[in-house]
């Protein structure tokens, strides 16, 4: 065939593709914009990068017209998994493999930057996209409406009143809590570097759409400035970063969003509940957010975290958050400027005040000086500069506590209130308290988690040796660590470092362990650090089993104990990772069901106050989705006002980067947390999942079987290791932590089910998340019954959702590529037989020609970036065939260009498809 070539005034070929795809204007107009930008950086830099990069994005983009992933299955193929049809489509993308074959490893490593940067850019432009649609939302609501529509959280507060009334739906808003846990799972591929340029891109992009002239011309050279240098950066890290280091990306999301966004979220929901007394009288919205953190404190199968570090990333979110608030707290306290004889002091301020000058008469004759006649002023100022004495530990004048500083915000605010200045006490004051509730002197609540196994090698090891005997060095890391937890709680407080989490429980014993083993570490009773044990059941037959072991737990007296101590509050973790990864997606997803119905009950025929933790990943095959949909598809009572969930790798960025979509997934959540407990809802979980029960079995026997099939097959692990980049992935510099937790990839018991899941993500085959589903379907070979479920079931619905925006981001040319390295051609049949199968059930599911087509904006948007994808994957499956075929033929230096290559295609590919971790 001819050669096509996409030059310069051929741009707008690519900018009209947009428009064909019908994208939202302001959408199609940003990725024009970023497109146009990013070809002038490339033509600067090299025009024959830019003719590169304009080349293979023409033949990309042509080798996906139509519909690929229907045609893929057809096609024939050469012994490298190239397609062979003598189609237009099949044609392009021969071209696209020409092309890429014939650059040096240089202009590969360009040309994947150059795809990668414009990932970024995409991304960027579909952020700002949600952030219009969000805003113009928010116009379109008057401020004379009896809800804020544009506000989950107060349509969700509504409906509870209609269906409840407001005795009932108060109550349940008291207890509303919403616990997102971050996790340094090594999912996010996007370096620190990078992050910083996007966000800078963000703001000016954000500017852009205002600007005229001069200003534009201004804003454009530093988008091209910015955009330069992001192609320029290498996309991998020198090194992977320390737990300590890990801990600065909190502080990011902390400082750039949580903060100031949080407490916007509370007096959002009160300005529609409250109308025009909203800042002028008590608040009626809980600080229900509640953010914990993994980083620094979870060990299992990472020995990167210490009982030191522990300690290191305590003092680093502690220290961070004092600050934080005296400087919030001075900033309040220099606007409180309101004269002693119009505000008059309460007696309970003037005793502050007395107490302060009693405590310090430095501080207090600062303060005064400045704020002779305003003692409201006065004493903030003061409790500012307490605040630096905390940061400090000067103990003459530090706050022992976050209570204490709350219990003097209080008396500020009553005084206030009393003096006629209510705005000034529920207005600043109020947004203050928030973050002191929300927040703590912790920022966020360390979780210690360890493998159950290595319990009780230390405790056998502390029988035999003795608590002071020559220990193995990981019984004395084990003790070392209570300690630790000990060491935080007297110097930050209780709610900084209380849970421990038990990864792989199978029995009350191993809480048991937990408990012994805390109190051998220390020599005085006393000293014992108050603990909520936390038992993570994630394998299917734990999670058959978990009500047993919930049992034999109430029988420990430690538990007993502690339960008296939390008003029978109680913590139980669910595994989504492991259980989909052992049992295969459709059995993970009935079993954990299965075991939230089962653990809800429990608790309620024992009294207990559950929270139920959800181990969740960003990928489908890790539980990820909108978290939303998961919470109003859970079983009743399984919720109970809480939810608590781990957030991980790139979701955290997506979910929490920026400030209004941060605001609109918090609201969002918490609406789901609340309206689970909606008669309604809990009307429709429970008689939807007695109804479709026995399809979910049928469903669930047929997937398990196909699943354990494929696994238990020959030398399964090594091939998925040779056809994936799964040795790869574990080289990439992205976490502290290991993507095995032992050496080599021989077995999948080892294997931990991150690296699992982004392999196959990167194979664009993403198995993890539907595996089996077809095979299942076409046994039950009802598709009215499935399409009635996927109506009216929640779970199903949100399961077959999630499972098409998977499906959506593979590929079945790409992924008879990545099969081809292998070889084994009975498990390449098995797995693409699989993938098609599964493909076709989903779509006449949910009524779809083609995966997300009812998406309208998704679908789209998904589809135009699909080309640029596969141009990267391309690039990774031909250098993955040269180092697999050429290990003994290439230098040193060879490979480590290669794979230097193919880590540069995974940060790519992972910008690409997001959500993959």
Known sequence: MAEHKLGAADTDLVIRSYAEIELPESLRDNLALFMRLERQVLRDYSPKLCDTFDQLLNNVTRANEGDPGGMAAAETTDGEGVPTADTESAHAFRDAVAMLD?????????????????????????????????????????????????????????????????????????????????????????????????????????????????????????????????????????????????????????????????????????????????????????????????????????????????????????????????????????????????????????????????????????ADAISASEPHRA?????????????????????????????????????????????????????LIWQVETFGFHMVEMEFRQHSLVHTRALADVREHGRHGDLAPMTREVLDTFRAIGSIQKRYGEKMAHRYIISFTKSAQHVADVYELAQLAFAHPEDVPALDVIPLFEQLEDLEGCVDVLNEMLELPAVQKRLAQTNRKMEVMLGYSDSSKDAGPTTATLALHSAQARIAEWAEKNDIDLVLMHGRGGAVGRGGGPANRAVLAQPKGSVNCHFKVTEQGEVIFARYGNPLLARRHIESVAAATLLNSAPSVERTNTETT??????????????????????NTDDFAPWFSIVTPLTEVGLLPIGSRPAKRGLGAQSLDDLRTIPWVFSWSQ??????????????????????????????????????????????????????MYLALGDRDDLAKKVYDEMQLTRKWTLAIVGDAWPLEHRHVLGRAVRVRNPYVDAL???????????????????????????????STVTGVSAGLQNTG
């Open 102 to 366: 014939s650059l040096d490893i240089d202009e590969k490593q360009m040309v994947v930057r150059a795809f990668t940067s414009f990932f970024h850019l995409a991304n960027l432009s579909e952020e700002n996209y949600r952030v219009e649609t969000l805003l113009e939302r928010e116009r379109e609501v008057s401020i004379d409406s009896a809800i804020d529509s544009s506000n989950e959280l107060t349509v969700a507060y509504d409906q509870l009143v209609r269906e409840m009334g407001g005795g009932p739906a108060t109550q349940l808003l008291a207890k509303l809590e919403f616990h997102p846990v971050f996790t340094a799972h090594p999912t996010e591929a996007r370096r620190k570097a990078v992050e910083g340029k996007i966000r800078r891109i963000s703001q000016l992009l954000g500017e852009h759409p205002r600007l005229g002239g001069s200003a534009l011309v201004e804003n454009e050279r530093h988008l091209l400035q910015e955009i330069d240098a992001l192609v320029r950066t290498s996309p991998i890290a020198v090194k992977k970063p320390t737990p300590v280091e890990e801990a600065d990306t909190i502080i990011d999301i902390f400082d750039n969003t949580l903060f100031d966004t949080i407490p916007e979220v509370y007096r959002r929901f009160d300005d529609w509940v409250l109308g025009e007394y909203a800042g002028s009288v008590p608040p009626v919205c809980p600080a229900f957010f509640h953010p914990g953190s993994w980083i620094g404190s979870d060990r299992d199968g990472n020995p990167n975290v210490t009982a030191k570090v522990s300690r290191q990333v305590a003092a680093k979110f502690a220290t961070h958050m004092v600050q934080k608030l005296a400087e919030k707290c001075r900033r309040v306290g220099r606007n409180l400027t309101l004269e002693a004889r119009y505000t008059k002091p309460s007696d309970e301020l003037l005793n502050l005040w007395n107490h302060q000058v009693e405590m310090s008469e430095v501080l207090t004759s600062r």
């Open 379 to 431: 004493v903030m100022l003061v409790m500012a500069d307490r605040l630096d004495a905390t940061v400090r530990r000067n103990a003459d004048t530090m706050y022992r506590s976050a209570d204490d500083f709350l219990a003097d915000l209080r008396i500020v605010q009553r005084s206030l209130a009393d003096a006629g200045a209510p705005r000034a006490a529920y207005g600043p004051v109020q947004t």
């Open 690 to 711: 007695e109804r479709y029960a026995e399809m979910a079995e049928r469903l669930n026997d047929v997937s398990h079987d196909r699943y354990l099939d494929l696994l």
């Open 763 to 816: 194979a664009r085959i993403n198995l993890a998340a539907w595996y089996g589903l077809g095979s299942a379907c076409e046994s039950l070979g009802d598709l009215e019954l499935l399409q009635r479920a996927y109506r009216e079931w929640p779970l199903f619905s949100t399961f077959i959702d999630n499972i098409e925006m998977s499906i959506a981001k593979t590929d079945g040319r790409i992924a008879k």
């Open 873 to 903: 994957s391309l690039a990774q499956v031909r250098a993955l065939r040269v180092v697999r075929e050429q290990q003994e033929e290439l230098s040193e230096e060879a490979k480590a260009e290669l794979l230097s290559l193919i880590l």
